[in-house]
């Protein structure tokens, strides 16, 4: 297992990150929670033409970044990986609170309804 691969499998969210010379262009690929679909060909075909190539992976453990890189980056280029994961995390963690909260409401208004009334009528 090489050092890409054993950070995916450590972490509770990791990409793949792709991205062309300048890391203006930059695309993660999910690993996990929820690996990328059976359409990865038709997309590799648009990374080509994009220009981007294997930057390494990024992966959550603990709740803390860990990196592992396939080229050195200077800190202007690390600094944007950092945004992009940061911001990849924040919209996967956005999405799991807003189906957890989802389930929450319907509990929290049987709960609710079936307190006993107190009132004096």
């Known amino acids: 297992m090489d050092k ?4 995916a499998a450590e972490s509770s969210i990791a990409v ?8 203006t ?5 999910p690993v996990c929670p929820n ?5 990865a060909h038709e997309l590799s075909a648009k990374w ?7 930057i390494g992976v ?3 453990i603990a709740g803390r970044p860990h990196w592992a890189l396939a080229v050195p980056l200077d800190e202007r280029r690390a600094e944007a990986l950092v945004q992009a994961f940061a911001l ?4 996967l963690l956005q999405s799991h609170v807003e189906e957890q ?21």
Do not use: Q
Not at 16 to 23: E, H, P, R
Not at 35 to 39: A, H, K, M, V
Not at 48 to 53: F, S
């Open 101 to 121: 909260r989802k389930g929450d409401e319907v509990e929290w208004l049987r709960r609710l309804w079936s307190l006993p009334d107190m009132r004096m009528n």
């Open 4 to 7: 890409f691969e054993a950070l």
């Open 88 to 91: 990849h995390c924040e919209t």
């Open 16 to 23: 793949a990150i792709l991205g062309n010379a300048d890391v």
């Open 25 to 29: 262009d930059v695309e993660l690929l």
């Open 35 to 39: 690996p990328i679909s059976d359409n």
């Open 58 to 60: 990024a992966g959550l």
């Open 48 to 54: 080509v033409h994009r220009g981007l190539r294997f």
